[in-house]
């Protein structure tokens, strides 16, 4: 006869986290969570204290995209848990996998509008794959390996667990031995195309002069980029990226040409519109990337291959969709190098390679210090597999555009929902999870001063996160699309920044402000050999733009370039 054992309900709950593989937990406390906070004192995970729970949940962002499992985020009832909404709904909108657990007050208080109470699982249901609220604690086991299971599977996705503080103070009768018997799901790939697509989408392929790979985030999701980098190399296909895709590609691959989009490259802009079939692996065709949908891609066929069916045809008119996991996929595309097209597709890829002569990205000039000059410094010298997350805005297109060295999941950003804040966070869990890695973060004045509160964290934790702040005292994007489209009618966006040199140092980090690129330099210098958190603070020009730019409501074709750097004439051949 087993023996058994009783469990209170908080431990237990500490105990599923710990089976289901988290290793560290991004939290804070409060009334309706104190049952599992007296649990996590006697816990292996790492229960790391942060300073807003919205840091929380971009931290376990983080985490995730880098460790490649689910990031875990805990916060209390109220508005601890409404404090974690902005997280789970950018994590929703990159397809990041979190379990976001939130203490709730107790059972018999549900609906009585109790101290510190909301409907954290009705408030989150749009933002999540699913929402649990846990009324028996007998069925919290099923219920985390069901949301573990949710989150992972299939478009990866933020879960939410919400847990009453009865439940956590109730307790449990198990076998002793009941942790040997739990078991961690582990879904499988699916690959559910079925071989009539395959063969329709290998028709296109063979027959296509000009076609163009756009790599997505889901490339990296799936863990693919070996598997496209073979597919591209044999088929002699260039490709683009989007902003989330990447490290997809070798930055010096010859069949790579950078990304798309509203700030993307101009040659990978025109490319889409003069392409004659498009191969969209893991993307959702989101405006940012497309423009008008009626000029997008006019000349092309469109096989989109997700593992997300509820993509097909959502945007984009799709000739063949590919339902399945992209790993699986990409390799039952069958080899086409027999078509005849091998010449025109050669053709193709000068005239690609042309128009990146032509509409190149400029490189700064280094006498003039200005945010693309401090970003192309710091690429240039940071190690070749640092990870470097940003913040929201115009640093963040420079650094999509300068910072080219990318490894696959080691440019963090929020994309689908573009969460200022985000950067200082996410750098601390893409720490946690690369402990030896260098973890830069790449911030604007705005944006930093979202979460600047988590710099205790990292000071706490002894996390050596490096940060480059471009302070340019205005909220840059914002102040771009007035002066470009509100005629130059500055309204809300100039800002008047505290010393950050000064307030660091009341953080506990050391700090320096650069405003040459000599200063610069030696900043990162001093930054590597620092096995502790530093702030570079730059001061930067204050009205430079981002360019290229698609303005809203335009074409790819209508890309508008440098104005003061006009284009190279196209040498004769």
């Known amino acids: 006869m087993k023996t058994r054992i009783k469990l209170r309900g908080a431990e237990y709950i500490v105990k599923l986290i710990e089976l289901l593989g ?239 989009g509203m700030h993307g490259m101009k040659y990978a802009n025109l490319a889409v519109q003069e392409s004659d079939l498009i191969i969209a692996l893991g993307i959702r065709f989101d405006d940012r990337i497309t423009g008008t949908l009626a000029t997008f891609a006019p000349k092309a066929k469109i096989i989109h291959c997700d593992i997300d069916r509820s993509e097909h045809g959502k945007n984009v008119k799709t000739d063949v969709f590919l339902h399945g996991d992209l790993k699986l996929v990409l390799p039952q595309l069958p080899d086409t190098r027999d078509s005849g097209n091998s010449k025109a597709r050669a053709e193709w890829l000068m005239n690609l390679n042309d128009s990146r002569e032509e509409f190149p990205i400029l490189l700064p000039d280094y006498t003039d210090f200005n945010e693309v000059t401090a970003i192309k410094v710091l690429e240039e010298m940071m190690a070749p597999d640092a990870i470097v997350t940003t913040d929201v805005g115009q640093h963040q297109m420079w650094a999509a555009q300068y910072i080219v060295r990318m490894q696959p999941n080691h440019f963090l950003t929020s994309g689908g929902l573009g969460s200022m804040g985000f950067g200082l966070p996410a750098a601390m869990g893409a720490q946690a999870a690369a402990p030896d890695k260098d973890v830069w973060c790449i911030t604007g004045d705005g944006s930093f001063q979202m979460n600047i509160q988590e710099l205790m964290t990292c000071v706490q934790e002894k996390w050596p996160i490096k940060i480059l702040l471009l302070d340019n005292s205005y909220l840059g994007m914002v102040r771009q699309w007035q002066e470009q489209f509100y005629a130059k009618n500055y309204s809300g966006v100039e800002l008047m920044n505290p010393d950050f040199v000064l307030l660091a140092k009341a953080f506990g980090l050391e700090s320096v402000s650069v405003e040459t690129v000599d200063q610069l330099k030696a900043a990162v210098n001093k930054a590597h050999n620092l096995d502790k958190p530093f702030l570079i603070h730059a001061k930067v020009k204050k009205e430079e733009n981002v360019l290229p730019m698609v303005a809203p409501g335009t074409s790819l074709s209508d890309t508008i370039y440098y104005p003061v750097h006009p284009v190279k004439e196209k040498v004769t051949k």
């Open 22 to 260: 988290a290793e560290d937990l991004f939290a804070y406390p409060g009334g309706a969570i104190l049952p599992i906070y007296d649990a996590l004192a006697f816990s292996k995970l790492n229960s790391v204290l942060v300073r807003h729970e919205q840091g929380a949940s971009f931290a376990a962002n983080g985490y995730a995209r880098v460790a490649g499992k689910p990031g875990f985020c805990l916060a209390t009832s109220g508005p601890g848990a409404t404090n974690l909404v902005t997280g789970i709904a950018d994590a929703y909108a990159d397809s990041v996998p979190m379990i976001a657990i939130t203490g709730q007050v107790a059972l018999h208080l549900v609906g009585t509008d109790a101290f510190q109470e909301t409907d954290i699982t009705g408030i989150c249901i749009p933002i999540t794959k699913k929402t649990y609220l846990i009324t028996k604690l007998e069925d919290a086991a099923s219920i985390f390996q069901e949301a573990y299971k949710i989150c992972i599977e299939g478009r990866p996705g933020p879960v939410l667990i919400d847990i009453p503080r009865s439940v956590q103070g109730n307790f449990i009768d198990l076998d002793e031995d009941w942790e040997q018997h739990f078991q961690k799901p582990q879904p499988p790939k699916k690959c559910l195309t079925t071989n009539e697509d395959i063969h329709k989408a290998a028709t296109l392929i063979k027959n296509a002069k000009k076609p163009l790979v756009i790599a997505g985030h889901g490339v990296l999701l799936a863990k693919a980029w070996d598997e496209l980098r073979e597919f591209v190399h044999r088929e002699n296909i260039p490709v683009i990226s989007t902003i989330l895709g990447t490290g997809a590609m070798e930055y010096n691959d010859p069949l790579f040409f950078q990304w798309l």
